[in-house]
């Protein structure tokens, strides 16, 4: 078996799946925050350094699992500074603090116009979300703190590095970056040279950093202990099960809050008019560039909701249970609403699929479950199909995939993925 530390914003989760890929045992918490020394609220470190040993400990010490291998997965633009010991320097900063102007400035005047630098990072400008800017940022506002760095870890490897500490306190530590957060708008990779940019290097960043690890990496502990991965970013661990049981190009749309269009088949450079509409590229696993393009499609879906059911005097989750076909004030209305919705989806999903040869578009998360969505979808798609994907736990699978060829001798699963295609109404 192989079990999965999913580290989100809000929920911690302990999962364990076996050879085949069904999931047994799972296990959520929500750990309260803190705040950092300006005020900010940020992720309780200890809080969370302590949930990690302590659920690796229990799970390899549990008898109805023999665990053959760990793996973390955990949101990104995060980072862990530490000393030699593996002593944390700095709170677990909230990467939606607000980036000082005067550093933004500066930066640019030294490092060239901003549409420059965003192209070749293929990054829009997004403040602490760019995860370069905080070291920057730290180097400039707090230079003791900086000097003393040994490492600046992304979350995933940091706790990778924890992972293997729970198992054996007395093992050396095994530093590691990881492409996957090191290619995710954080303006350190230059995606045209496929290397750290040049201001990482003339900054003196670099030192900090760790050799590069294959996200595909698992290491081997003492005798009888798991194999343990080094950290995957949650945005590229969700899409591996897709890359894995599917050969014929595709285009996955991840649904929440956010709506993000991803396509691992589009190798056309980013454009300025597509960073300009909220497009990036970040890297896959394999280190390959993935074209992902966002809307902010499930705020516009739950404010419009809750505008319909005041006005109509029901329950917000009237959507849930209406009819795709009802005829009634109502469900015009919503149709109307979903109607917006997916025209502005369209819009976005159109810049990730580019000149791409994808065909299928796969739809995950909330809007999977709604069928007037999916149908008219497909109505404004008419040269695509589109399928609602379902599969349980997409990130921590991802993870349990990344490392599939160290710990699993079974051949990779094709069959992870429930799919059921929509038509146009």
């Not at 599917?246 to 300025?272: K, M, Q, R, Y």
Request: glycine letters at 6%.
């Amino acid at each position: 078996m192989i079990a999965i530390l999913d580290i989100g914003k809000t929920n911690k989760k302990c999962l364990v799946f076996d050879a085949d890929y069904r999931l047994v045992f799972e296990q959520t918490t929500a750990l309260p925050e803190t705040k950092d020394e300006e005020g900010e609220p940020c992720e309780d470190l200890a809080l969370l350094r302590q949930w990690v040993l302590d659920s690796v400990r229990a799970i390899v010490q549990d008898p109805r699992f023999h665990i053959r291998a760990i793996h973390a997965t955990t949101y990104g633009a995060s980072w862990v500074h530490v000393d030699a010991a593996g002593e944390a320097l700095t709170p677990l900063y909230n990467y939606l603090r607000p980036f000082p102007e005067e550093l933004k400035k500066q930066f640019f005047e030294r490092y060239g116009a901003e549409p420059t630098l965003a192209l070749e990072t293929a990054s829009p400008i997004l403040g602490n979300l760019n995860s370069g800017w905080q070291l920057y940022g730290l180097k400039y506002r707090n230079p003791l703190v900086f000097r003393q760095i040994k490492w600046s870890l992304h979350l995933p490897q940091y706790i990778g590095w924890l992972i293997r500490v729970a198992l054996d306190s007395q093992a050396p530590p095994v530093w590691a970056s990881e492409i996957t957060s090191i290619g995710c708008h954080t303006l350190l990779w230059n995606m045209q040279q496929n290397d750290y940019h040049d201001w990482v290097k003339a900054e003196g960043l670099l030192e900090k950093f760790p050799p590069l690890q294959s996200a595909k990496t698992a290491m081997p502990g003492r005798e009888g202990l798991p194999l343990t991965g080094i950290g995957l970013h949650d945005s590229s661990a969700a899409l591996i099960p897709y890359l894995v049981c599917f050969e014929e190009p595709f285009l996955l749309l991840s649904t929440g809050t956010w709506c993000i269009s991803l396509n691992p088949f589009n190798d056309e450079p980013l454009s300025a008019a597509e960073l300009e509409q909220d497009c990036l590229c970040y890297l896959s696993y394999e280190g390959r560039p993935v074209k992902a393009a966002r809307y902010f499609g499930g705020y516009d879906h739950e404010q419009g909701v809750r505008e319909l059911a005041a006005r109509f005097r029901v329950a917000e989750h009237f959507f849930q249970t209406l009819d795709p076909d009802e005829v009634s004030e109502l469900a015009a209305a919503y149709r109307h609403l979903l109607g917006e919705i997916v025209e502005k989806q369209v819009r976005s999903t159109r810049l990730a699929l580019g000149h791409s040869a994808v065909r299928r578009i796969f739809v995950d998360g909330g809007f999977s479950q709604n069928k007037l969505y999916l149908r008219l979808l497909a109505a404004a798609l008419p040269e695509l199909e589109v399928f609602s994907a379902e599969m349980p736990q997409a990130t921590a699978l991802g993870a349990a995939l990344a490392i599939h060829a160290t710990w699993n001798p079974n051949p990779l699963p094709q069959h992870l993925i429930s799919l059921k295609k929509y038509e146009a109404p």
